[in-house]
């Protein structure tokens, strides 16, 4: 069975006092490179063989990259559906042709190097892991020929190759996503530092499943997991389960479902920034019955 799992750098909630109240800022709102879910969206894939994936084919990138844009589709149509304008520009690392490029986990596979021997040394693993993709991706980036700036952009690393990608397409809005070819395989998908303020986020892709590509997306720009996982502290848990129960086609709860059959909630809408407030109602599921989210 495959599995999806997404990590983030551990969720710390921002207290800012406000009278008599508590109100809360979820990191993963409105934070990062990508911030929210509008307007120009340029969404950069690089798919990548491994020793101990399954190779690429010209026929697997292909129905990958179908499965992308139908992902990217129904997001769009999602948006539209809440009156909000976006347009999701696909992008891939090409150079001569639908050749992937190679570099190996540092732990043989994706769940092995993130759980070795913990996860936030996995993380910083992975990091170097996706740095280095980055760098040769960016060797075939067109020149940076601005005459505004004296400092070059060197394209050493993912913060560097998304400047160029944001440079290049004129949009602050650019999600990075890394392709492996686990599709048989019992593994998982991740998306790292969805909530950090200091390092870039990005997506590891083990499947082709248009609901799992989407559900990894929007992580990107802060929708936050709603399925149980054994992971989870158990209060984290008993949240989940409620969530599951009061957005029975949410796709961050339901993942593998088709993706025709899902929807995006009110509670996700105010975490990718189509509302800029949390329905009171929808607070227990991340913070406390005294607390209240901010308002952006």
């Not at 934070?31 to 690429?56: E, M, Q, S």
């Not at 026929?59 to 304008?85: C, F, N, V």
């Amino acid at each position: 069975m495959k599995r999806t799992l997404i990590i983030s750098a551990f969720l710390a909630l921002v207290f800012v006092p406000i009278q008599s109240c508590r109100l809360y800022y979820i990191p993963t709102v409105n934070n990062n490179v990508c911030k929210r879910l509008n307007g120009h969206v340029v969404l950069y894939a690089i798919f990548v063989d491994t020793r101990y994936t399954l190779p690429w084919s010209s026929y697997d990138i292909t129905s990958t990259l179908d499965s992308i844009k139908r992902a990217m589709k129904w997001i769009e149509a999602q948006a539209a559906a809440s009156g909000i304008p976006l347009t999701i520009d696909i992008q891939y690392y090409q150079n001569k042709g639908m050749v992937p490029l190679k570099n190996d986990f540092p732990n043989r596979t994706l769940s092995g190097t993130l759980f070795n021997p913990i996860v936030p040394i996995g993380i910083r693993k992975l990091d170097r892991w996706a740095d280095a993709l980055a760098k040769k991706a960016g060797r075939t980036m067109p020149a940076d020929t601005s005459k505004i700036v004296n400092t070059k952009n060197k394209l050493s690393d993912r913060e560097r190759l998304i400047a160029r990608i944001r440079d290049l397409n004129k949009t602050d809005n650019v999600v990075l996503m890394y392709f492996v070819n686990n599709y048989y395989k019992q593994e998982m998908s991740v998306s790292i530092h969805t909530d950090s303020f200091t390092d870039i986020e990005y997506s590891i892709v083990s499947f082709k499943d248009p609901s799992v590509i989407a559900h990894e997306f929007l992580h990107i720009f802060g929708a936050l997991d709603l399925y149980i996982n054994p992971f989870q502290p158990k209060k984290s848990q008993r949240k989940n389960k409620r969530a599951m129960k009061e957005f029975p086609n949410e796709i961050m709860a339901f993942a593998y479902r088709d993706i025709s059959e899902l929807n995006i909630s009110p509670f996700t809408k105010y975490l990718i920034g189509w509302s800029n407030q949390l329905d009171d109602k929808y607070k227990n599921l991340v913070l406390g019955h005294r607390a209240k989210a901010y308002k952006f």
